[in-house]
């Protein structure tokens, strides 16, 4: 069969299974919108901005497990997708990125929307292409979505210099990939097994701290099982939020700089950390000499360059968390009873730290995570922006599932949360949709509500409006003296007539006994997005808060 | 500590930005850094002269195997290898120091490669101790230019 390689790049995307792509238009890469203008199998979505385009496939991706595939042109539109694939980066989601190139004769010359994008995303990528010839589309595009979603997810960027998009090829879509440098381990070894699997019954006091690792690899089930079968109690990262189910009597919920106080206690005093798919960030572990000091260390990761990066480990094994603790569950006999002094320590902390806020006659931002929860039974996919906000729905938003939970942890992009609500709620046409916004962040990509407007997208954008950038704000507050040096928003723009403008719907609250009403009224529009804008508390702060450099247990409760 | 790194990978194009980039960004410092192709025309190796603690090599190692286009990698204990380096020394010579030069040319196994009426160029090859050693003892010469190439370093026996 005789394609162009435009038309050999959309055949080997059907052949990977690609249904979706985002993107948007330009010189270098119009032959491949020649192609899809007629194409059926593949959906374009066209977003009004490249880094929108890449959230997006993002947010599909993470929601859906899927590899989110986005598309852009040479030079700014490249370059525009920049934030986006670092973001994917940081929290290992498999994306394939096509950009176009400028024709191979003009390469090299500063030519017209010409930029080294393979040089600039070489550090934020897990893998890049410069394609300069037409009969190598269809092995790289093969190997791009093979690189992208196994061993450690991440993202690969394919650019196309635009003469290979037109010359004709014979198509041959390869079978297999031949990359003798990339074979990752997927079964952890039996001799670290077993090690782990004796520290485990001899400890008194086992923590479970598990990651978004968990989640890419499908691990949630093996997690309770591991977990159940021992009795060990589980704190997980941002990113691994509904990993565990945070109503599981075994749950300590999220740890580290926002955790709960009893997360992080229970750290600081076990004896035996289980760490899986989890990279012992900074936001997690505090002043990391004094992280878990008490504690042996077992580190399970897919990535073996994760192991020892930040921490000693007593036991590393390099393999897959879903494998890994299917084999450890396996192998593991609880010789230490059930843990019960522990637990019940556990359990005393539990009840004298629970996640807290003071009632008022304000909207308190965390009452209305707490309401999203309960209207929507937690069975909405919470999206968020970065800022308290974030945390405020990762403390309160009680997920019980894996991929319900897409959020920019590792980068903290703002900006993020309603693009890659989008991709989410493409991914998830039945499914609830929120994305949970600051009213600085939603301001960084609002000309999405555009793409959302159009394709009839019914998103709930709960803006937690304190007219402030709040996260910054509390950290002039309480390190630099209240010294609010270029936080405040007074200014912002009416974003209920913003979203109007677009053709969305728009509800403001200003009241706390209106929030669950307009919830429930936002939930009935199913034609189109909904922007609420919740006037809320101004100066609330987001507590328990580790100050940056200190130890967990030095958190500030309120 | 420093550590010479041998890095075996595929001949394609940015793999040497890809590894270059690597040591850059953790912060480890190059000191040398040699590129040439092996016994198999599509593999090259890198070998490299760098300088930093156990942990960051260990870290650097791992990174390095993470890049698609890495085959292996190892860090070359000094006595487990044999290394070289080549260069080329420009040095001032006339007639009555021609003589005393080429004797530390012979001291030093290395040869003289051109001749002109006022300076001698000499190869040598050698470890890098005795490359620089020859280095100052020519200095007092006057050297007019000077090249050396990265140490390059294979590990000894099978």
């Known amino acids: 069969m005789e394609l162009t390689g435009a038309q050999a790049l959309i055949e080997s995307l059907k052949k990977e299974g690609v249904e979706l792509i985002f993107g948007y238009p330009g010189g270098t890469v119009l032959p491949i919108y020649d192609v899809l203008y007629k194409e059926k199998a593949i959906k374009h979505i066209l977003t009004r901005h490249e880094q929108g385009a890449t959230h997006a496939a993002d947010g599909y991706a993470r929601s859906t497990g899927k590899v989110g595939v986005c598309l852009a042109t040479s030079g700014p539109g490249a370059t525009n997708t920049i934030t986006g694939i670092a973001t994917a980066f940081m929290d290992s989601v498999p994306l394939v990125v096509i950009t176009g190139q400028v024709a191979t004769n003009l390469i090299g010359r500063d030519s017209f929307q010409e930029a080294d994008v393979t ?188 192991i020892g990066k930040n921490v000693r480990v007593d036991v590393p094994i390099v393999g897959d968390a879903k494998q890994t603790l299917k084999d450890l569950t396996e192998k593991v006999k609880p010789e230490n009873g059930k843990h019960d002094a522990w637990i019940k320590q556990i359990d005393e902390w539990k009840d004298k730290y629970p996640l807290k806020y003071k009632k008022d006659k304000r909207i308190k931002p965390q009452y209305v995570v707490e309401m999203i929860q309960q209207v929507t039974k937690g069975k909405a996919i919470i999206c968020t922006e970065v800022g308290q906000h974030q945390m405020w ?93 270029s936080t405040n928003l007074c200014n912002n723009p009416d974003l209920c007539k913003i979203a109007e403008a677009y053709g969305a719907a728009a509800i403001r609250v200003t009241k706390p006994d209106e929030v669950k009403n307009a919830l429930e009224k936002a939930l009935k529009i199913k034609d189109r997005p909904v922007l609420i804008d919740f006037a809320v508390a101004k100066e609330e702060n987001v507590f328990p808060f580790v100050p940056p450099g200190q130890a967990l247990n030095e958190m500030l409760i309120d | 500590m420093k550590h010479t790194i041998s890095v075996i990978v595929e001949n394609k194009p940015g793999v040497l930005h890809r590894v270059s980039g690597l040591f850059s960004r953790r912060g480890f410092n190059i000191e040398s850094l040699a590129v040439g192709t092996t016994e198999k025309p599509d593999v090259s190796r890198i ?112």
């Open chain 2, 47 to 158: 070998t490299i002269v760098a300088e930093g603690d156990d942990q960051t090599l260990e870290q650097i190692i791992k990174q390095l195997y993470k890049q698609i286009d890495v085959l292996k990698v190892f860090d070359l204990p000094a006595d487990q290898a044999i290394e070289r380096e080549l260069a080329l020394i420009k040095v001032h010579a006339n007639d009555k120091t021609r003589q005393e030069v080429t004797q530390i040319v012979d001291m030093f196994q290395a040869r003289v490669v051109d001749v002109a009426e006022d300076s001698l160029t000499i190869e040598v090859s050698a470890e890098k101790d005795k490359v620089e050693n020859m280095q100052k003892l020519l200095e007092k010469f006057g050297i007019q230019e000077l090249v050396r190439t990265g140490k390059i370093a294979l590990q000894r026996g099978g």
């Open chain 1, 393 to 485: 729905a990762a403390q309160y938003s009680k997920l019980t599932v894996p991929r319900t939970w897409v959020s920019s942890g590792g980068l903290g992009t703002m900006g993020y949360g309603f693009p890659a609500a989008i991709g989410a709620q493409f991914g998830n046409p039945d499914k609830i949709v929120f994305d949970i916004a600051g009213d600085g962040s939603i301001q960084m990509n609002m000309q999405e509500m555009a793409t959302a407007v159009i394709h009839k997208l019914p998103i709930k954008i709960a803006v937690l409006n304190n007219c402030f950038l709040g996260m910054v704000r509390q950290w002039q507050e309480l390190l630099y003296d209240k010294r609010y040096s």
């Open chain 1, 119 to 306: 040089g600039i995303t070489q550090p934020i990528t897990k893998h890049n292409y410069l394609v300069k010839r037409a009969e190598d589309i269809p092995t790289v595009v093969k190997e791009a979505f093979h690189i992208a979603r196994t061993g450690r997810p991440g993202p690969v960027v394919i650019d196309i210099a635009k003469d290979a998009q037109v010359k004709k090829i014979k198509f041959k879509y390869p079978d297999k990939v031949n990359l003798p440098g990339y074979k990752p381990t997927l079964k952890g070894h039996p001799r670290q097994i077993k090690a782990a699997a004796k520290m485990i019954s001899i400890a008194k006091k086992p923590v479970i701290y598990a990651g978004g690792g968990v989640i890419s690899a499908g691990g949630a089930k093996e997690l309770k099982d591991f977990a159940e079968k021992l009795n060990i109690p589980v704190t997980t990262t941002m990113m691994g939020l509904g990993a565990f189910p945070e109503d599981h009597k075994l749950a300590l919920r999220m740890l580290g700089m926002h955790g709960t106080a009893y997360a992080n206690y229970a750290i600081q005093e076990c004896d035996l950390l289980i760490a899986v798919g989890a990279r012992f960030d900074d936001r997690v572990t505090g002043h990391l000499p004094t992280f878990a000091p008490k504690a042996k260390h077992i580190h399970i990761d897919i990535d073996p360059a994760e």
